[in-house]
């Protein structure tokens, strides 16, 4: 059997099968209703909200399409940081939208800080909102969101932070009312262990009074989809078997506790980075994420993907290599899911075997 | 266990639901090349077209929004006619992109004619594109898309006809290619016999020609999602187990064949609308959809929404009622999924108790 090691999808545990295999309920009956009361209350949990949350069919592009539509109107200013594949989207498709992106760029790899982000805001002081991408799947980046949304709300808190958290909610310490986010967004393929095709979202009370007015058949507005989550049910067809899947994974964090999942996925990933670094390989971030390891190797006689090509046929384990600029430079690891040290172990085995042909 | 007689959701049959919970292989891997090029083909099929096909995470409504967003741009002219509850948001959603819509507005219930359409169009001879609502689920009607598609494509063969396929790819007669539909759209949980959260897209190689180019990580653009499917590839993270379920279904359809499912369907919507017939009921549309019955019944006993409880809790038999302002006047049936006559006999002789109280 082999061993899905990429940061998104990850392997879906028997548990979560289980539940997805359930009988479909409709989505316009009292059941559904009752069931979806559980499952928002277990996704506040999830975000470490009180507020309002919802969930929609869904990937985790769209999702932050999504939310930019809905919280931005064309002609509004916003800062977005740009410093990866998924952070640069983000960017482009607020552009896409016209609205004014101030557009805070570094290198790939690179985290921005507080005081960059305060800089650029100083410069553009009609600011609305701040789009910033918690972990950067595609280098492996983590940037300091608590610092940077302590320093954004301080300065001025009518400000609305929108958090891609798709590849840091579930994983890493993540605080979404403590921390002061007005709208984070999550994909049921990644700490949650589902199939993709479900987001979730968790807004601010301010955020929600500022969700833009449009029309109630308008799929991609979140103010239909969470004004529906209110009253347990669901603005168009609910992906009812994902939302089983999604709840048993829920139901997974509830019972171990969010710190206990946070703290496996922090050691399973600081022993990775040491062994990386023990061999002569290089973390590519200069804030590595917890939530997957992007990193090189010490090695000439294999290219990137030759070694990926190696580690799934010869070893079962299946690891992605690098996005865009990055294709061919680096190889990422995940340490979402069910992860523990010993399947760590077992990429280290490998790696060193072929450092040492 | 209970039946769930709802026009989608509609029950996932045991094959589909062990195809779902195969392992997850991931979207970037030659495998899942290998996978999606035999799906594409089998989705080819079941569209009845040789011209390109694309899948993509959405609802039904999401689907169809998309397909509006991406064949037309603001300020263009296109005809949408309103004769229910989705046929009437598609409106919405194109006025609301800035488009310039004629409306075709008729009472639900009613199906647009040809001839209407012809006049509609004269009287907008811009229109740039036409969308029609094939099989209307609110109320149960279907419109004649083969003699509509051939005269609009008499008058002006660059009008670009956009087909909500929902409730009748699957189900009823279609022919993606023969009859020139530009692009059709369809969901999972309808005759596919899947959770909800896939759309599937057909386009005929002047719709392809005529999608709007915005940017490569726009997810609401078709165009990114047709031209990796060109290539076997996914635009963005694939719903990897819902293209398993949904090949599952796709395979059985190509096995029985359409026409045979096309039959079945068709015996079981003609026996329940005469039973309903006889037992003093009403069809509710005028020109009644083979894929779901709208009805009303002669009895004054029990309210629409008692009758459903009645039929769910004492029967096990669980029906929807209306949407809009159809609530609480009439109730639906569906035809789709794998249903044969002797689940329609089952309600029958329910309704007919129910009638005799």
Redesign the interface.
């Known amino acids: 059997?082999?061993k899905?090691l990429?940061p998104?999808?990850?392997?879906?545990p028997e548990f979560v099968?289980a539940a997805?295999?359930q009988?479909?309920?409709?989505?316009?009956?009292p059941e559904f209703t009752d069931f979806y009361k559980e499952f928002l209350a277990d996704l506040r949990y999830f975000f470490q909200t009180e507020q309002g949350v919802c969930t929609?069919?869904?990937?985790?592009?769209?999702g932050v399409?999504m939310a930019i539509y809905s919280m931005f109107a064309p002609g509004d200013e916003i800062l977005v940081t740009s410093h990866g594949k998924f952070s640069k989207?983000w960017a482009?498709?607020a552009h896409?939208l016209g609205i004014r992106v101030h557009t805070l760029e570094m290198p790939w790899g690179k985290s921005p800080s507080r005081n960059q982000i305060l800089e650029k805001l100083e410069q553009a002081p009609q600011c609305k909102g701040v789009v910033l991408t918690h972990s950067e799947t595609s280098t492996g980046a983590i940037l300091d969101l608590e610092e940077i949304a302590f320093a954004v709300k301080r300065k001025n808190p009518d400000i609305l932070l929108v958090v891609d958290g798709i590849t840091s909610v579930g994983a890493l310490p993540y605080y979404h009312d403590a921390w002061g986010i007005d709208c984070s967004v999550i994909?049921s393929?990644k700490a949650l262990m589902n199939?993709?095709?479900?987001v979730g979202f968790a807004f601010s009370e301010q955020a929600k009074s500022r969700l833009r007015e449009?029309?109630k058949?308008?799929?991609?507005n979140l103010r239909n989809h969470l004004l529906a989550a209110e009253s347990f049910s669901s603005a168009?067809?609910?992906?009812?078997?994902?939302l089983f899947g999604v709840q048993a994974a829920l139901s997974y964090f509830r019972k171990e506790t969010l710190p206990s999942v946070w703290n496996r996925v922090h050691q399973t990933a600081v022993y990775f980075r040491r062994e990386i670094g023990e061999m002569g390989g290089s973390i590519f971030p200069d804030e590595p994420s917890d939530s997957l390891t992007s990193f090189t190797l010490p090695i000439s006689q294999f290219s990137i993907s030759e070694i990926k090509a190696i580690l799934d046929k010869k070893y079962g384990l299946?690891l992605?290599g690098g996005q865009g600029d990055l294709e061919g430079k680096i190889l990422r690891v995940s340490h979402m899911g069910l992860w523990e040290k010993k399947d760590m172990e077992e990429i280290v085995i490998a790696l060193r075997e072929l450092l040492s042909q």
């Open positions: 059997m082999h899905l990429t998104g999808p990850v392997p879906i099968k997805l295999a009988p479909v309920i409709h989505h316009r009956t929609c069919i869904g990937s985790g592009t769209y399409e989207r482009a498709y896409h994909a393929q199939p993709a095709g479900l449009t029309y058949g308008d799929f991609q168009f067809t609910a992906p009812v078997q994902l299946i992605s």
